[in-house]
């Protein structure tokens, strides 16, 4: 369970502030700074941008000044295991930025609110609040082919288009209107959305349409008809061999069977 022991939402200091503890600060320590800093981790010197993400150790030295002025977000916590950096992927004492810092800093925001509020179960949420933070930290910081050369942005509207796409599933979806999504020509989606997420946009489609597919048959009890318009299928000779090929069924026989037999 993570404890927080306290932390802050866009705090700002005095311009240049100057942040210096050699014998680090007795916890872990996970910084925003929304600020350029200039940061001495080891022997070296570095001095970030704006945006930079920064998890200290427990015992490393803490020392970091701004560059002007100075404004980050923080929390300084322990965990009862620390294999979270391990299980999380993550990397200690290193900077690094990522590509949707806006929404790491709403989960300081609630983390800081909870804290401060300090409503029923705040403790509770707190540790739930910390793991989605470093969840998003992980997927932000491994999801992204950054050797690629390709901007941020353009991850993040590609992000955007894969959810669209698969939290309509039903819609009338074809290469042109998912390409759309990014204002690109349908080659180049394909070829950007296999880089992002190893895989095709019809090939996620399609497995998204047999899972709601399955859903509807074994749950709601549908008719293998109306279920595969209800996942999406215009064609039922077209849904029963994607279904026979991905269950290793048919719909029907899918229905038919006992909770226990899936």
């Known amino acids: 369970m993570f404890h927080t022991r306290y932390c802050d939402y866009n705090h700002s200091n005095p311009d240049q502030d100057f942040i210096n503890r050699p014998e680090g600060s007795g916890d872990y320590l996970f910084l925003y700074f929304m600020t350029p800093m200039k940061i001495q981790i080891g022997a070296k010197k570095t001095v970030t941008k704006e945006g930079a993400f920064l998890l200290y150790t427990p015992g490393e030295p803490q020392i970091f000044q701004a560059v002007k002025r100075f404004r980050n977000s923080f929390v300084h916590f322990t965990c009862d295991d620390d294999n979270f950096l391990k299980d999380y992927n993550l990397p200690g004492n290193q900077i690094v930025y990522l590509p949707d810092p806006d929404a790491m800093n709403a989960l300081f925001r609630n983390i800081y609110v909870?804290?401060?509020?300090?409503?029923?179960?705040?403790?509770?949420?707190?540790?739930?609040?910390?793991?989605?933070?470093?969840?998003?930290?992980?997927?932000?910081?491994?999801?992204?082919?950054?050797?690629?050369?390709?901007?941020?942005?353009?991850?993040?509207?590609?992000?955007?288009?894969?959810?669209?796409?698969?939290?309509?599933?039903?819609?009338?979806?074809?290469?042109?209107?998912?390409?759309?999504?990014?204002?690109?020509?349908?080659?180049?989606?394909?070829?950007?959305?296999?880089?992002?997420?190893?895989?095709?946009?019809?090939?996620?489609?399609?497995?998204?349409?047999?899972?709601?597919?399955?859903?509807?048959?074994?749950?709601?009890?549908?008719?293998?008809?109306?279920?595969?318009?209800?996942?999406?299928?215009?064609?039922?000779?077209?849904?029963?061999?994607?279904?026979?090929?991905?269950?290793?069924?048919?719909?029907?026989?899918?229905?038919?069977?006992?909770?226990?037999?899936?």
């Open 114 to 262: 909870e804290s401060v509020v300090k409503p029923d179960y705040y403790q509770e949420q707190i540790d739930k609040l910390m793991h989605q933070l470093f969840i998003l930290f992980s997927r932000q910081l491994h999801a992204y082919p950054k050797e690629s050369g390709i901007h941020a942005d353009l991850y993040e509207q590609f992000k955007k288009a894969r959810i669209e796409i698969l939290t309509h599933i039903d819609r009338d979806w074809d290469a042109d209107s998912m390409a759309a999504l990014t204002n690109l020509g349908t080659s180049q989606f394909y070829n950007y959305y296999k880089l992002f997420f190893n895989s095709s946009p019809k090939s996620e489609l399609l497995d998204a349409r047999i899972e709601r597919s399955k859903y509807l048959l074994r749950v709601e009890k549908q008719p293998v008809g109306q279920a595969a318009i209800q996942a999406g299928f215009d064609n039922l000779s077209h849904f029963t061999r994607y279904f026979k090929k991905a269950c290793g069924m048919t719909p029907t026989e899918y229905g038919h069977m006992e909770d226990e037999d899936r």
